[in-house]
């Protein structure tokens, strides 16, 4: 029996766009899926770029217009990789056209536009997921069953961060991640930290937050003498309260010296504790009462496949996930969850959700940067 | 040249006074002191334990009234690890007998009450020193150092924590620990992380924090079936600004399972930073802007003599240092105050500067616990 | 322009077999190669097999016979990840054939045999690659070029270990790796540590070892009660003498409690050291003399951008690398040697030296298993 | 009641007599003694140096010979830390002169004269204890009751090693280090990794090394321009076999660059693992079966008062020991086979049986270094 086809369009082919064109790419050898995939068409900024990055990335057609691609009926569905601006009008019309959608995080710039994509799609009955990739990681899913089973009692504290520091540098100029509107740290990479937060914790209630400015200004483009103030956060730290009496505080940046994706966290129980961090991904710690007095200790839990989908990508423990690997499951179980007409458990209202936080954190009147 | 003799009054023999009587009978073999030091009498809360326990710690005398001690003009120093309570009273009284005044954390159990005996010493200008432990550590001064020569730039972030979890326990009954006049987590041991803040940050300028009552009741005694409602906090995570700009969080618990002691904090400062956690109090992890691209990273350094005092207990580096080390580093700086006649950096006015930050910490209204 | 395609061959489905695939697969949109690369056939152990895992895997042919894929002259590339006793007949077969040959690692059973197969490439001139996966890791070959500039000075000091736990329950029944033509720790993955010894610090010249039989029978086959006596290494520790005057050991063992893949070294040279552990593949602990007194220490260096390839996998640090990675590598390095017409600096040769050490390991008079 | 007064007399006050010293002053108020220790005597090089020491150290009495020390009739306890070559002579005076001899390891410098030593000591009746100091770990006591109560299983593998680097500088001149008497790298810290084996494992039945001498000579005196050559190890790997059948291996070396106290190893047997480092001296890293498929790992347990004698100490877990409190272990250790007149089990004996061990690595044929 012959599998259907599902046929893709990405739009974009920058770090995320090549990115998913690997996955697309490599899942149909690692998963069995419902579907065969086919790289259908690639959207980019002009023709002769979407041409050549077809090519590269192995799509059979390609344009210089998102809209020319939307409006393909051979097109199953729309992966976004796009800048964020046009999140919302790309996912609008995909919707509009009977597509599924697939998009980068974070779903929008603002909560109101991610609102509007969110009910959007939700009337539509089309499968959404936004690209959470540091979800899609087995020892993640492995820690919320721990979290589940009562394994580590019941959930007190949890203390995150996600510190990077690709913006340490004064003399990075302004782009995008910049942008009053919709920009920032804790836009960039909280959300990362935040939709962790709301997988394995649950409902954020209360958040307050202090943010700081480091750099008031930079230069208008790269290399350019000529500067203009800075209007949004380097370095936020904010306090959370979970729906289930839970607290918390997250720690954001993205001029965290030293530090190249440090999203850790460590949750608290009554009865145990889990730890984590990308930066050592394949590896979660965990203490649980066990073994009496001074026997006990966090045990550094490796990857493996008693963590599905792990024994996807190799039978053995031992052998490391990598990044590329996690968009791979994230493909997969946007297969699933189309054929299965199922929502994913980070599709367009999660993102919303998420957003929403990230702005109520930066609506506080505390910030520093006035 | 004989030395002088400085004669010691310690008022208790609990794990605190047992602490201190070490480090005194320890110091002058390891340090060249200015004075030698003579164990003259130990006070406790009746003659006969106070008898029982100077014969074991090496003391000449005893007896079951502090006041008696306090009153006694051959006595140099008091040392008080007394309750909490009684700290105003025995310093009150031996600051009018004119003795030198070495206190235990935290200074007392109010603001209020550690600044009237902030401001008798300083009348009275004796040398006074609240025992922040943690802050002896020789890496932490190397620490310091760092911050103050520049290496890691402006401090733009500061991120610590005080874990340990010896009341996770539910029935762990009522003690002064959660008596709601200075009781709390934040007040027991959030001075340990306030304090490294302030040390090595500086002055903290404005607060906020969200803290959460675990265990809503506990036995009134041990092993009594009687419970009474808990009003301090458990666990709290609060925001920091400090005078210089910079931001922060701390996160402090005595409930987070599997934590003994993680007194831990990182640093980021514009062109570095630095991470610590007494769980591995003998190493030290920096990143400075070094080496090049691609050959940085986070570089753990490890006590030895040319952190000093290190050199007062091995001469050569790989052997730790323990906790019970951080004392006798701490007498050996009382003797050098008291003879120089110089202020001690955390003397009664830092001790009374930690303890206004908590209690702000605890006035505002964000509290879950009603 | 278009590029040549190059036709590759598969012989095996199994665990490594899959992993070739799917590097097949994926390189392309990775990676720069001078060939467009094409699944032409998979060989399996019987057609309807082979049938089945082409269709999973993206081959568009498929046979039982892996004589009809050697002999197929459309086919460019053997890869062969068949049973290690197969390896001489198919590799001697493809080169006969005119083709490239890519052969999992051993090379071969025994040193001898490995000998005819490294001469007859040689004498043919065909491209050969033995799969030492984890010496693509673009640390490993960072870790190199320090050894090779003089940042650690002259290499005096090799310790180095393979640790695994697969074989550590005595129900595990005999298998190819019990054989005693060929089997045994040492053979199975002793060979990963002597070829990154090699790679990193240079030729072995002397060796010495002590082996140890831990469990004296196993089950004829799985779930079996019949036994047989096991006559190869369960546990081997040997010594090394390299010819730069270096000196080492290696411990080899395939029932090491709580180790899944403790691929590791530290070398040791007179101006520096460095340390690796496949189960942090992601990270390179580097000490060098550095920063005066007091201030140097190991420091974790992540791969990045500036180790290459890791850039074609992502642009930015922070995001790691998985064990498949490794597998895309190795197919790209061989796609550049086949295009040069280079040798790869694990070909044949290295395959067979590697085997000669561990045969000269096994053949030593002092193994305690008699 | 009033306890007896035992009377140490200490030969030498370097590095080891001071910790020597600092333990005897300090153990009285940690550990519930059978005797009152008295600092009756320091001996050192000459009147002078040992009149200022003893002022330093505490002690009551000097003198510039250690005969006259050895003679003292009051004097219950010798313990000694003059040089290496000193140890047999003053050993056998003080056992004939009926004292208890307390000899900081290595025992001599010949397995021959340790012999004679211990020989000595058992005929006479007299307790001995020779300072192994990093077997008085409380963690390792733990560690050989884990390997005691099976929850290893049967122990196969162990690997060890000593690493320090304070000899790498090739200005580093000769000393009794490097002595072809009884010198080299095996010799001074050899015996720390063979006696923790050892203690662990079990007695030692095989041996096999290779050594190396990286640097060939050595000024004669500090700052001399004279050079020797150097006739003893710098480095050295060796193969071990219990009398348990299991197998083993140790690096030593005292030029790892990098390394300050790296006593490490890992203990492996059939049904756990064991890890331990001196670097993290207060950390044991323990695997055995628990938890079921992918819920195992090594987990970290903290020194704490279940493990005794660290409730001495402190009360409390998260409190670290020092290498100082080793000391003061020992000492509490030696105190208590006086008094009940039982054999230590780091006797002389032990001592012998170390020493024996490292020679006969020494005397293999295949050293490098001729």
Known sequence: MTKAVLNIGLVGSGFMGRCHANAFRSVGGLFDLPFNIHLHTLADVDDETASLQAQKLGFAHSTGSWETLVDNPEIDVVAITAPNALHEAITLAAIQAGKHVYCEKPLSTTCDSAKRMTEAAE????????????????????AKSLIESGDVGEVISFRGRHAEDYMGNPESPHSFRTDPDGGGALADIGSHIVSMARFL??????????????????PVKPGSSERRPVLVDDVAHALLEFGNGATGSIDVSWMMTGRTMDLSFEITGTQGAIQFSQ??????????RQGGDGNGGFRKIETGPAHP??????PAPGHHLGFNDLKVIEVAELMECIEQGKPHYTGFREGYEVQCTIDAMLLLPNKTNG
Not at 202 to 214: D, H, L
Not at 279 to 286: C, D, G, I, P
Not at 309 to 314: A, R
Request: glycine content about 8%; proline content about 6%.
């Open 309 to 314: 989908p792990y024994g996807n990508f190799c």
């Open 201 to 218: 914790v649950g409902p954020i209630t209360n958040v307050n937050a202090v943010t700081e400015t480091v750099h008031k200004e930079r």
């Open 123 to 142: 009337q539509a009955g089309t499968t959404t997921l936004v690209g959470f990739n540091f979800l899609r990681n087995p020892l993640i899913h492995y």
């Open 279 to 288: 930066e050592r991904m394949n590896e979660l710690l965990v203490w649980t």
